[in-house]
């Protein structure tokens, strides 16, 4: 796959090469600048009807025969039509302007511009346009094949695929990337750099199980930061100056008054979410002293009549894009400040973590909503493990464990940052299928589910089958956001004992967190499993709330489980 894809990079042009890569992953443009098509079935059946002539009743009914408007396509297309195939960018632009539209009459307009396309088309691009919007082609790979694929494009392996993904991490824009690469090569990807208002990949953390593991990797010295249960915020203040400019200001932070500034929110899947948080944009542009920023945190919900933090299910009710204003009195929040990525057009990446906390703590103004993380520095393992067990006594997760000369890895799990949450708790875990229930789950039409966990091989393997510790609502929601991802065959990036196929595959997107008791070695489960010794199973598991705010790639990781197996 990786190497079709890399001929088809080879023989793009730099101009189409974009368009290529975001319509080989069924989008427009990156995820966080949240281009839709806005086109549901039903519009489908229009545009099909007006493209060949048809009747909508009769397209309707070949849908519901088929279930895929491809081979709906296959039944109208004229059978003695020689037409040719329209370009990559004729294809790219069009479907551009169909996103773009709205307002009085915007419907109309993209049914008849869609069928204009379908008409121009041959019967095999006719197909897979149909399924675009619909978000129906599902060609089995990701944004990171794709890197793999730029790297096979110009050395024929996948030797170049680490500093591919190096740029791509701090602006994970594929098309972009690719363009970049295409036109300049490798070189050309020192380019790329950090810039208010463009999302860059969460730095992730490492998982170990002891204080003395810790200050192991850690050396010296180290931060301890509590482990917040909150929702992962990355905030954006202002436009990046030039470099020449942050060059001659030299940070001069005295010199740089407190201005209203633009304001942008991104999560951690890079879904935009400004909207969701007036009240963190009201206090960073009041209170965060530089013309541009960019800062990494948490958002935390808070009760208003205790003033105790709220779990993360509860937060996550305020990531919302209506009744915002209802939902902030009921929900307030606090922005937990941690990290400083960029600072008035200078990137900050690259810096140790201590001297971008010492320049975070003079660019946050105090304030009520936007508070400063808490950090106690540590030196040796004793003195971490008092930390943890306060952390504990105070109703935390644990820790996160910080290299103060460490830089901030962009989308990387690394040894900069390390989990200290003790014995084995919860796992995220990504959804793979579920089964048929029996008795009273019959009503649900689920009765267990199987999970897995992203590798590194960007397969996913699985490591549990669950079916016991839901109460019945839980069951509903699980079958309702699986049924809203269910796929007809198994999704080529799960590796799957056939003793463990579910009765309704579910494509690979949905994380959720699992508690369990241990982890025990499993013949049937693929985690860490290889021709000489078993997989990873999870003993006792049950299902704690689901993580709408991570990726899959975001789950935990094989290699994890291996390591909290290996620490036991």
């Known amino acids: 796959m990786t190497a079709i894809l890399a001929d088809l990079l080879n023989e793009a042009e730099a101009d189409e090469v974009a368009a290529v890569a975001y319509l080989s992953l069924g989008r427009l443009a990156p995820i966080f600048a949240s281009i839709e098509f806005n086109l549901a079935a039903k519009m489908m059946v229009r545009i099909l009807a007006r493209a060949f002539s048809a009747k909508e009743g009769e397209v309707t009914k070949l849908y519901k025969k088929y279930g895929d408007f491809a081979l709906v396509v296959d039944e109208l297309f004229p059978s003695r039509s020689n037409k040719g195939s329209p370009s990559v960018l004729a294809v790219y632009q069009t479907l551009t302007e169909i996103a773009e539209d709205s307002g009085s009459g915007s419907q109309e307009r993209k049914v008849a511009l869609f069928a204009k396309l379908l008409q121009s088309s041959d019967k095999l691009s006719a197909r ?276 103060l000369a460490g830089e901030y890895q962009a989308g990387a799990r690394g040894f900069n940052w390390i989990k200290f949450k003790g014995e084995m708790d919860t796992i995220d875990a990504v959804v793979l299928g579920y089964y048929f229930g029996r008795g009273k789950r019959n009503a649900f039409g689920i009765g267990a589910f199987l999970v897995g966990l992203h590798d590194s091989d960007d397969t996913y393997k699985t490591i549990a089958k669950i079916g016991t510790g839901l109460t019945d609502e839980q069951w509903q929601e699980l079958r309702r956001r699986c049924d809203r991802l269910k796929v007809k065959d198994y999704p080529k990036e799960v590796v799957i004992s056939e003793e463990l196929t579910p009765d309704v595959w579910v494509e690979p997107k949905m994380v959720v967190t699992i508690k369990a008791d241990s982890i025990t070695k499993s013949p049937l489960h693929t985690a860490g499993k290889s021709d000489s010794k078993p997989g990873f199973a999870l003993r006792f598991p049950r299902l704690v709330n689901f993580r709408q705010d991570k990726n899959p790639e975001d789950s935990t990781q094989v290699e994890e489980i291996e390591g909290m197996y290996g620490s036991r």
């Open 128 to 403: 897979y346009l149909v399924r675009l919007p619909l978000g129906h082609l599902r060609l089995g790979f990701s944004d990171l094949t794709l890197l793999d694929a730029l790297s096979w494009s110009k050395a024929g392996d996948k030797s170049l695929r680490e500093a591919i993904e190096a740029a791509y991490n701090v602006k994970p824009d594929i098309g972009r990337v690719a363009r970049v690469f295409k036109q300049k090569g490798p070189a050309g990807l020192n380019s790329i750099e950090a810039e208010a208002g463009f999302p860059i990949l969460s730095a992730r953390c490492q998982r170990l199980n002891t204080a003395v593991e810790i200050m192991e990797k850690m050396g010296a010295k180290a931060a301890a930061e509590p482990k917040l249960d909150g929702s992962r915020a990355q905030l954006h203040l202002g436009v990046a100056v030039s470099k020449k400019k942050a060059a001659q200001e030299t940070l001069a932070l005295a010199d740089l008054s407190l201005e209203s500034a633009p304001v942008k929110i991104y999560s951690r899947n890079l879904e935009e979410m400004t909207a969701m948080f007036p009240e963190v944009v009201k206090a960073a542009s009041r209170y965060i002293k530089a013309n541009s920023a960019i800062l990494d945190g948490e958002v935390l919900g808070v009760d208003p009549r205790t003033g105790d933090f709220l779990p993360f299910q509860e937060t996550i009710q305020r990531k919302r894009k209506y009744q915002v204003q209802e939902k902030m009195g009921e929900i307030p929040l606090k922005y937990f400040v941690f990290d400083l990525l960029a600072l008035n057009g200078r990137s900050l990446l690259q810096e140790p973590l201590g001297e971008r906390r010492q320049l975070l703590e003079k660019v946050v103004v105090k304030n009520e909503v936007i508070e400063l993380t808490p950090q106690t520095i540590v030196t040796s393992a004793p003195q971490l493990q008092k930390v943890f067990d306060r952390a504990i006594r105070q109703g935390l997760e644990g820790l996160v464990v910080k290299n």
